[in-house]
Each structure stands twice: as C-alpha cells, then as structure tokens.
C-alpha cells in the first residue's frame, strides 16, 4: 500500500482558539486556502481549494503565531474527522513557501 502523505502549498485561511487533548496536548483547528493553474486533459484550470487542518503539540503552538492570509508549504497526511463526515489533513510540518 502506497503512503499517505499530502504536501499543500497553501495560505492560512482561519484559526480556532488553540485547545487541548485530553492528554493536555495543544492542538489547532484551521482552515488552509489553495489556489493555482493546473493542466487536465491538455487545457489549463484554475484550481481552489479550502481544507479542514489540525496540529498537535508544538507544531500547533508555532502554526498558532503565523498570521491569516501568510502562505506556507504544509507536509502531513490526511484522515477522516472524528465524526467519520469529513476529511482532515493533519499537518505535521509546515515551511515557508
């Protein structure tokens, strides 16, 4: 079976209040806009996307002090939510793009 891992240029769109697991583990709800031009079936598409994110521990402590709208390569992989509706990309490291 192939990885799953997501590597998403992307700006940060919103930020929730950070909360904590039940461990006391900081985590970060967010949402994370893509825009670009892709080329499907020989033509050229503009392409966007909003995307639910999580992140754990210190990387949500860090991802909390960034600024709405600044843009960043996210690496990390995605999962349903906890209520099996939805897909959620957690982040496990984000760079500036």
Sequence with gaps: ??????VLG???AEVEAMRYTPAGLPA???RLE???QVSE???QRT???AVKAVAFGTLAERLAKQAIGSV???N??????????AVVFHIQDFLQD
């Design 41 to 43: 079936a020989g033509s």
């Design 76 to 85: 990390g992989f995605l999962a349903n939510a906890r209520q099996g509706k």
């Design 10 to 12: 992307a700006c940060i």
């Design 1 to 6: 079976m192939q990885p799953n891992a997501l």
């Design 47 to 49: 392409v966007k996307v």
């Design 28 to 30: 970060l709800n967010l």
């Design 72 to 74: 960043w390569k996210f």
């Design 34 to 36: 893509h825009e670009s």
